[in-house]
């Protein structure tokens, strides 16, 4: 399945571990961490060896990553199951980079697009666009689900000290409470929707479409809808069915994957809040990171050695998922946004030849820190499955010099994780530690064991000077790519999403039994008697 020096690199790793590492070469921090600019890349704390780390980068070669690298800047159709082009390079690229899907170019539409996003967001900030009764939109609701939802989201929040555009809501789920308390409080008059959808056929986004559409039609009239509604989408003419003007319609294309998007038009509510100069500056950090992707040594490049880490420990160490904690509170809906990235591209059970796989992408799951320490961390130091661990952090914060010490605890405590998780406690450690504070020899006999922290866990860090927009940029692309290097790893197609078919056509041919219109007769035992209880529950 992979080359024969990969595993006896895993063999040796299991074998050695990362301390040792560490007292073989005092120098593994400089030779183990890797830079673009500021962001730094430190993978020291992992078992990967120099010997383990060339084998990866022959195994990335022998795999064709740079072939398929170029090959989708190329603007080939790489998703191949759905016959397209992945381009969302071609969204952050420079006017004038002569990028091409399937042979046709693309950046006059690209610039023309990211040119009417500019003159509405502008128009709404400044209050020159506004609603039905001439007052000024003081807030922005963006519908949408998935892809359509959290990238925005996701940036929204991170990019909050570039915040200065009207307040920007998002909601997703097809729950009537996620619209229902989104909207209260908020004025029709000054609201704005947005409906964000690829497709412009999710249930979920279209049926919250159209009870916003009915909140805006009962307070203001039906011709307001025109004015309170803009849309983005590749389906123009369902668009213009829902009623919505083209000249607030935002279009992409079909080279562009839902979870690939928020560089397109689907970014609108992004450049609402932080305006269109910071958004420009976002697709700048994104378009440095793909420069770097396509251009740096196999050895030295980010998104290559990342997507490498992750392979290593998914299929030679075995480790099922893996944990993305940014140390960072406005990172904080980042392991969402990775977990549809990552999940949503690498998990699939056969490969581009559509022969089974050994293994798929992991679980990414995770949540801030400090947050998660007091969590689920106990799990990741003294569970039984390893978890490797991504820790994020910024040098800098944003907040004021007074609140240097929130930062200073903030950087400690990210750096004593990883550091814990390496170096853990021993049995007599522990022991010691307990008779020091007190405890007989009797209780520190029984207590030690519990207080063992087996270390040689790993982890990889990624620190950069500040979370302001290119930054920010730069993350997401790195990721990206990284999710492409792994599919290219794994031999699967990441760009496709068939995955999440089956439920959507349950769930439709459901709603009509759960109405109590059709008879849950010929359904499995556990479907029909949990409708019945829905629909006795439902009477009482
Ligand atoms: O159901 C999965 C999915 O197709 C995602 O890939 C996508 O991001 C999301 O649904 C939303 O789709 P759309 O933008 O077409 O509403």
Redesign the pocket.
């Known amino acids: 399945m992979y080359p024969d020096a990969i595993a006896t690199a895993a063999a040796r790793a299991e074998k050695i571990g990362i301390q040792s590492l560490f007292k073989a070469d005092p120098k593994r921090f400089e030779a183990m961490s890797f830079r673009q600019d500021d962001l730094l890349l430190d993978l020291s704390k992992t078992a990967i060896d120099p010997e383990a780390l060339s084998a990866l980068i022959d195994f990335a070669r022998e795999r064709k990553v740079e072939a398929k690298r170029d090959a989708m800047f190329a603007g080939a159709k790489i998703n191949e199951t759905e016959g397209r082009s992945v381009l969302h390079v071609a969204l952050r690229a420079k006017p004038g980079d002569g990028f091409k899907a399937d042979g046709e170019p693309v950046g006059d539409a690209v610039q023309a697009v990211r040119w009417e996003m500019t003159l509405f967001a502008d128009a709404i900030r400044s209050g020159a666009a506004h609603g039905a009764t001439g007052k000024a939109f003081t807030d922005v609701v963006n519908i ?5 939802d959290l990238g925005p989201a996701m940036a929204t929040l991170a990019l909050a000290p570039y915040h200065n555009g009207p307040n920007v809501h998002y909601v997703s789920n097809v729950d009537g409470a996620h619209i229902a308390d989104t909207i209260t409080g908020l004025d029709p008059e000054t609201t704005l929707f947005i409906v ?7 249930v979920e ?1 279209m049926t919250n479409a159209r009870t916003a559409r009915d909140w805006i039609v009962a307070k203001l009239g039906e011709d307001a809808v025109e004015t309170h509604f803009s849309a983005v989408s590749t389906a123009l003419d369902q668009v213009e069915a829902f009623g919505i003007s083209e000249d607030r319609t935002f279009g992409f294309w079909d080279w562009v994957g ?2 690939y998007s928020i560089w397109s038009a689907i970014g609108l509510p992004l450049m609402i809040a932080i305006g269109p100069e910071k958004f420009r500056e976002f697709l700048a950090g994104g378009h440095e990171m793909d420069e770097h992707f396509r251009s740096a040594p196999l050895g030295e490049n980010l998104p290559i050695l990342l997507g490498l880490v992750g392979w290593w420990h998914r299929v030679a160490m075995d480790c099922p998922t893996r944990a993305i904690i940014p140390y960072d509170q406005r990172l904080s809906r980042f392991p969402a946004y990775l977990q ?1 990235l990552d999940m ?1 591209s690498n998990g699939k059970r056969v490969g581009l030849d559509g022969e089974p796989v050994a293994v798929s992408g992991p679980v990414a799951w995770g949540e801030p820190g400090t947050n998660g320490q007091h969590a689920f961390f106990q799990l990741i130091h003294q569970g039984t499955d390893v978890v490797p661990v991504e820790f994020l952090a910024a040098a800098n914060a944003h907040e004021s010099e007074k609140m240097t010490v929130h930062q200073d605890l903030l950087l400690a405590n990210c750096i004593a994780q990883s550091e814990a998780l390496m170096i853990g406690r021993t049995l007599e450690e522990a022991r010691r530690q307990l008779l020091d504070g007190g405890a007989t020899p009797d209780e520190a006999q029984r207590i030690a064991p519990h207080r063992v922290f087996p270390g040689e866990r790993p982890s990889v860090t990624m620190l950069y000077a500040q979370l302001d927009p290119r930054t920010l940029g730069r993350l997401i692309a790195l990721y990206e790519h990284r999710v492409f290097v792994e599919a290219q790893l794994f031999g699967i197609n990441a760009f496709d ?1 068939w995955g ?1 078919e089956l439920g ?1 056509e349950l769930a439709k041919n459901l709603v009509p039994v759960v109405t109590g219109e059709q008879d849950a007769g010929s359904r499995d035992g556990s479907t029909r008697g949990l409708v019945a209880a829905i629909q006795t529950m439902r009477r009482t």
């Open positions: 949408g689900i998935g892809g359509s964000a959808s690829k497709t412009f056929t999710t986004t839902g979870r549809q949503e999403q999440v959507k």
